[in-house]
């Protein structure tokens, strides 16, 4: 029982957390009717500064870590990246109808990482005192593009005729060239080469928590608008969006649970990892999917995870650290 209400605690306190109170308020002015409006330039930039932000803090970090420990977290995320997507296949494509690529398309979003969750994890986190390997965030693509290759591998699979074979090396090259893989990925290999640490301490970490808060003021003002586009499909897909962060959230925390009994992974690292699973991707996976899956109506995959999968991953954030409190504590 008291193990319980300590959960219960910690949980609450995180939900009084600013950067979650910015996702709450855009929703709330939404659904009063606000016009307030966020430029689509000024949400792109401000995404840009926080990815590059997070691979710059990352390679920093690889380049005076030990490449050993990094390797089992990685392992873990790729796995969790497909196993996700398989979950989806298996589950929601069959209640898609006639079109089992609306459901494929879903998993794959849900299998990717929304970078907006992982900042906004990263924020909490450091509020509660809760640290983790400054190398954390660079499992991202890890987990990211094995998640939409194997979606849209599946979808290929799916309307295939005559045996035609995905072109797997071509996914690949544009799931990198997408706009969030590569300022990730630019910023990752800026961090281990080239020295940036005045520039990262001078410029990207001090805009990193207010670029933030307009981050999630816009997703919530999204998320309730894009409720409208979830009630033209199946309500199953309202269900997957709210059961599936929570069930790839768990199964994320049980893998860095293990990386951390094999490795010592950090409990912050395990919350990461968790955080990772839980979310769906609100930058690289729409543009990508939309273009290698364009028979999926995006309506279903678009509308599941940004108007109930990204404030769901958001709001189990508590969920997760909560439960660190909890069993690290044992």
């Known amino acids: 029982m008291e193990l319980a209400l300590d959960f219960l605690a910690a949980f609450a306190r995180q939900l009084q957390s600013p950067t979650l109170a910015f996702l709450l308020g855009g929703m709330a002015i939404a659904a009063l009717g606000s016009r307030l409006e966020i430029p689509d330039a000024v949400y792109r930039f401000i995404v840009v500064v926080l990815l590059l932000r997070i691979g710059l803090g990352a390679g920093i970090a690889i380049r005076e870590a030990d490449l050993s420990e990094i390797l089992l977290p990685a392992l873990a995320a790729s796995v969790l990246g497909v196993v996700i997507v398989l979950i989806g296949r298996v589950t ?49 693509p890890f987990m990211d593009i094995p998640a939409l290759i194997t979606a849209i591998v599946l979808a290929q699979l799916a309307r295939a005729r005559g045996g035609a074979r995905p072109r797997i090396g071509a996914i690949v090259a544009d799931s990198l060239r997408g706009s969030a893989l590569s300022a990730l990925a630019l910023g990752l290999v800026l961090g281990i080469v080239a020295r940036p640490d005045a520039v990262y301490a001078g410029f990207y970490d001090p805009l990193f928590r207010g670029f933030l808060s307009i981050l999630m003021l816009v997703m919530g003002m999204e998320a309730w608008a894009r409720l409208a586009e979830l009630r033209r499909v199946a309500h199953v897909y309202a269900v997957y969006g709210v059961t599936a962060p929570l069930v790839h959230g768990g199964l994320g925390f049980a893998l860095g649970y293990l990386a951390h009994l094999a490795t010592g992974f950090s409990p912050g690292g395990v919350v990461l990892l968790a955080v990772m699973a839980a979310s769906s991707s609100d930058i690289s996976g729409p543009p990508t999917l939309r273009a290698a899956i364009p028979s999926a109506n995006p309506a279903a995959y678009v509308g599941a995870s940004t108007s109930v999968g990204t404030p769901v991953a958001l709001l189990s954030i508590p969920l997760w650290i909560a439960l660190a409190d909890v069993v690290f504590s044992l």
Do not use: H, K, N, Q
């Open 92 to 140: 929601l494509a069959p209640l898609s109808g006639p079109r089992p690529e609306d459901g494929i398309a879903t998993a794959g979003l849900f299998g990717a990482v929304s970078a907006s969750t992982l900042a906004a994890a990263m924020v909490l986190m450091d509020e509660d005192g809760l640290a983790f390997e400054a190398w954390v965030p660079a499992l991202y």
